[in-house]
């Protein structure tokens, strides 16, 4: 579904990523881990359009995207949930999920993608009128993925959605991005928890300093001496 090909991402004179290469087959989970400042992002933010790159292809579905503006990328199947969660604090859960489905003209349509959103988080149904920012920091992620499935997205990017939740909401979360695959939308995962990670994907690319280190089954890197040592703290 996706393959980005030697890709090379610079912020001004600084080159983040340097030359790096991921295949994400349809249907599957492909994670992304690695230290803080090893490119990760840098890579979700190129795939998206945030980021224009300098050297390198991007293709979605066969057809290249580098280059194009978010906007088109979105339209094309392709949704970012921001590390962070960045939902809208002001505005109600109802609202920020009709701010993700901003692509979609037709009322009945917004209707029926808000309510499979309900259907994957109820709690979001039971808040529906409250403000954005006055939820638990594990129900403004689940909203957060939620606005991003309002473009039923083919391929969904989750940066660091783990990121401060307690261990509890991280094992809930875990199951409900796996219950959105089993859906039919294909996962890119970066996250700093690798081993909720490795164990929920398919394939891993560990990410050196804007390079892919090491790639391969999440299985084998699991038991892979350096991540053990160096991410899984084993």
Same mark, same amino acid.
């Given at each position: 579904?996706?393959?980005?090909?030697?890709?090379?991402?610079?912020?001004?004179?600084?080159?983040?990523?340097?030359?790096?290469?991921?295949?994400?087959?349809?249907?599957?989970?492909?994670?992304?881990?690695?230290?803080?400042?090893?490119?990760?992002?840098?890579?979700?933010?190129?795939?998206?359009?945030?980021?224009?790159?300098?050297?390198?292809?991007?293709?979605?579905?066969?057809?290249?995207?580098?280059?194009?503006?978010?906007?088109? *990328? #979105?339209?094309?199947?392709? %949704?970012?949930?921001?590390? !962070?969660? /960045?939902?809208?604090?002001?505005?109600? +859960? $109802?609202?920020?999920?009709?701010?993700?489905?901003?692509?979609?003209?037709?009322?009945?349509?917004?209707?029926?993608?808000?309510?499979?959103?309900?259907?994957?988080?109820?709690?979001?149904?039971?808040?529906?009128?409250?403000?954005?920012?006055?939820?638990?920091?594990?129900?403004?992620?689940?909203?957060?993925?939620?606005?991003?499935?309002?473009?039923?997205?083919?391929?969904?990017?989750?940066?660091?959605?783990?990121?401060?939740?307690?261990? *509890? #909401?991280?094992?809930?979360? %875990?199951?409900?991005?796996? !219950?959105? /695959?089993?859906?039919?939308?294909?996962? +890119? $995962?970066?996250?700093?928890?690798?081993?909720?990670?490795?164990?929920?994907?398919?394939?891993?690319?560990?990410?050196?300093?804007?390079?892919?280190?090491?790639?391969?089954?999440?299985?084998?890197?699991?038991?892979?001496?350096?991540?053990?040592?160096?991410?899984?703290?084993?």
């Amino acid at each position: 579904m996706l393959k980005v090909v030697d890709l090379e991402t610079s912020y001004g004179r600084l080159k983040a990523l340097h030359g790096v290469s991921i295949d994400v087959p349809a249907g599957s989970i492909v994670t992304l881990i690695g230290a803080n400042g090893a490119g990760k992002t840098t890579l979700l933010h190129s795939i998206v359009g945030v980021l224009r790159p300098t050297a390198g292809e991007i293709l979605f579905e066969g057809a290249r995207i580098d280059g194009r503006p978010p906007w088109d *990328i #979105v339209r094309r199947g392709i %949704a970012p949930c921001p590390e !962070g969660r /960045r939902v809208w604090p002001q505005m109600s +859960v $109802l609202e920020n999920l009709e701010m993700g489905g901003y692509t979609v003209s037709a009322a009945t349509e917004l209707q029926r993608r808000i309510e499979a959103v309900f259907a994957h988080f109820p709690i979001l149904a039971d808040r529906q009128t409250q403000k954005a920012g006055s939820l638990s920091g594990g129900e403004q992620q689940m909203l957060a993925i939620g606005r991003a499935l309002m473009a039923r997205p083919k391929l969904l990017l989750l940066d660091e959605p783990s990121l401060g939740l307690a261990p *509890i #909401v991280v094992e809930r979360l %875990a199951e409900i991005i796996k !219950g959105i /695959r089993a859906a039919g939308t294909t996962i +890119v $995962l970066v996250e700093q928890n690798a081993f909720m990670a490795l164990n929920m994907a398919d394939h891993g690319y560990v990410l050196e300093v804007g390079r892919v280190a090491l790639a391969g089954p999440a299985r084998d890197l699991l038991r892979n001496d350096t991540v053990r040592k160096s991410y899984l703290g084993i």
